[in-house]
Nanobody
Framework: QVQLVESGGGLVQAGGSLRLSCAASGRTFSGHTMGWFRQAPGKEREFVAAINWNDANTYYAPNVKGRFTNSRDNAKNTVYLQMNSLKPEDTALYYC???????????????????WGQGTQDTVSS
């Protein structure tokens, strides 16, 4: 079982930056592929970024690639999402998620993740 707690959300002007953190409980954090998703009001939850557990390989949605950076610190059981050049359309509730222990490969679908945080709100004003 993995419990996830996001932090770092807030209000920022367009062009600004935010860094989200996701702290995970449990001793097996290093064996979980981690993902970030977001959900805007009235829209479905969408994939943002993911990072493999075994090789730290990262993958990004096309609309955030080049602006967002996903990283992890296994010693701290924490994954980060650095978001730069933010746009109003980035406004959403951001969720951290984890796949089951040991699953390989990047996953981009909500149904491929087994553990979820409660979400943190990011609002980008124009």
């Amino acid at each position: 079982q993995v419990q996830l707690v996001e932090s770092g959300g807030g209000l920022v002007q367009a062009g600004g930056s935010l860094r989200l953190s996701c702290a995970a409980s449990g001793r097996t954090f290093s064996g979980h592929t981690m993902g970030w998703f977001r959900q805007a009001p009235g829209k479905e939850r969408e994939f943002v970024a993911a990072i493999n557990w075994n090789d730290a390989n990262t993958y990004y949605a096309p609309n955030v690639k080049g602006r967002f950076t996903n990283s992890r610190d296994n010693a701290k059981n924490t994954v980060y999402l650095q978001m730069n050049s933010l746009k109003p359309e980035d406004t959403a509730l951001y969720y951290c998620a984890a796949r089951r222990l040991g699953l390989r490969g990047i996953a981009t679908m909500v149904t491929e993740y087994d553990y979820w945080g409660q979400g943190t709100q990011d609002t980008v004003s124009s």
